[in-house]
């Protein structure tokens, strides 16, 4: 609150240098009045950038920390700053207004509500005496419309509107007349009778749609840009109800989430550690956890049988091809008193549900599981996790083969993969038993038995 004092001063509030005869960058060796001159003689202004002065009778002035020195030389002088503010280009703010509803949860069941909305502008056509935006937030998007019917401030600010403004409405459901039904509410738009700049925008380096065809360089360069993208917002959204449902299937098994310590000591593990330097003990760091094993370990001597948390594990390796390099999350879990059959079966009834509500398959392997043994798969296999959705696996022929007449059989275990109705070239198999030699460093031989 600024005190009440005898005299008084006006104060222009603009955003713009006017020019005026009273501004100090304009006119440096002008001979100002006496206000004016000893106003420039008070310290901070000296430290304040063209078009950011504090001014009397006209200059600039933007906000600033400094503002209340200025308040204190004013009261030393017997001044009272009368303030006004040039609201030419000044953003709209939002007191008196509370968004009601997302801009994707709106349906034609809404019509009739007035509702309040804030977000992005996708685009905005203007069609003469018609303009539509397409307002975007997290949900989604929603088509606002102004007409004739508009208040004229209303209409002249929503032609002013570009791509990433941002803005906050205030208007009407109605069933639209041309629907789009591409879109999720796309039978409605939001007649509009408010509107209100809440911040502009330069033109972005990359156009704000789902599928853009932008280099990974810039898309990091304007990360935040790139996370205003429909596909990488729905990507993260998905992964926030995954561990929401996650965390919602391991409680109800009984299990307590225990976030462990990220500062810890290091230990002899797969990757290199990275290290944090200990201000208080120079020369000593802390180890950021490749995985919380010995902290698990810790609660399950200490009486938390059950343990889980979505842990962050920081591993100093290459990229591979499921995992990125540095940093990731996984689902940490450990059991005391339990049987191998019980971890198994837990596993089952927390990760089936979560992978047929939100993965991208046809068919969800229904619990239980089938369970091989080592020797087995990798006897059938030639791996300890196979895919069982491909039909291949490797047959003993070695008592077929026996005395057939081919040297490097002979005495050996022979073992192939056997392919029904094959129609693939020479060429083809060829090339296949070269990559099988490189990859294994052992010669592959072909044999077609006719029936």
Not at 287 to 308: E, V
Not at 397 to 423: L, R, W
């Amino acid at each position: 609150m600024i005190p009440e004092f005898p005299d008084s001063m006006d104060i222009k509030i603009t955003n713009k240098c006017s020019g005026g005869t009273n501004c100090k960058y304009c006119h440096e060796n002008s001979s100002p009045d006496g206000l004016h001159g000893k106003i420039l003689n008070v310290p901070f202004l000296n430290s304040l950038h063209p078009y950011t002065q504090l001014a009397v009778g006209g200059g600039n002035v933007l906000e600033h920390p400094d503002f209340l020195p200025f308040l204190i030389w004013c009261k030393e002088k017997k001044l009272i700053p009368r303030i006004t503010l040039n609201q030419t280009n000044f953003m709209d703010n939002l007191q008196n207004f509370k968004r009601s509803h997302y801009c994707g949860d709106l349906r034609l069941a809404d019509a009739g509500k007035t509702v309040q909305l804030c977000g992005w502008v996708q685009r905005q056509r203007n069609l003469g005496g018609l303009i539509f935006v397409d307002l975007r937030d997290r949900t989604g998007l929603i088509q606002l419309s102004f007409d004739d019917s508009t208040a004229k401030d209303v209409f002249e600010k929503a032609a002013s509107l570009r791509s990433e403004f941002v803005i906050a409405a205030t208007g009407v459901v109605r069933e639209r007349e041309s629907k789009n039904p591409e879109m999720p509410t796309g039978d409605i738009e939001v007649k509009v009778s408010d509107l209100r700049l809440l911040a502009k925008a330069e033109t972005p380096p990359f156009e704000i749609v789902e599928n853009s065809d932008v280099k990974d360089a810039v898309r990091l360069k304007y990360r935040y840009l790139d996370l205003r993208n429909p596909e990488v917002k729905k990507n993260i959204i998905m992964r926030c109800n995954v561990v929401a449902a996650l965390r919602a299937a391991m409680m109800e098994h009984g299990f307590l989430e225990i976030t462990t310590p990220i500062l810890t000591a290091s230990s002899p593990e797969g990757a290199r550690d990275y290290l944090v330097p200990a201000r208080n003990h120079p020369g000593k760091f802390y180890a950021l956890p490749q995985a919380p094993q010995q902290f698990k370990q810790l609660l399950m001597t200490s009486g938390f049988d059950k343990y889980f948390q979505i842990a962050p594990c920081f591993r100093d390796e290459d990229a591979r091809g499921d995992r990125s390099p540095g940093e990731f999350y996984q689902l940490d879990m450990e059991m005391a008193f339990a049987t191998q059959d019980d971890v198994l079966t837990t596993l089952e009834d927390v990760l089936v549900p979560v992978f047929e509500k939100f993965g991208k398959y046809k068919r969800i392997s229904q619990a239980p599981f089938r369970h091989i043994p080592f020797n087995e798969a990798m006897e059938r296999y030639g791996s300890d996790k196979p895919d069982l959705r491909i039909d291949l696996e490797i047959d003993d022929i070695t008592a077929e083969v026996q005395g057939c007449g081919f040297g490097p059989f002979e005495g050996a275990t022979v073992k192939a993969v056997v392919v029904d109705n094959f129609t693939q070239a020479r060429k083809w198999i060829d090339k296949l038993l070269a990559d099988v030699e490189v990859q294994t460093g052992n010669k592959a031989c072909w044999v077609k038995v006719d029936e």
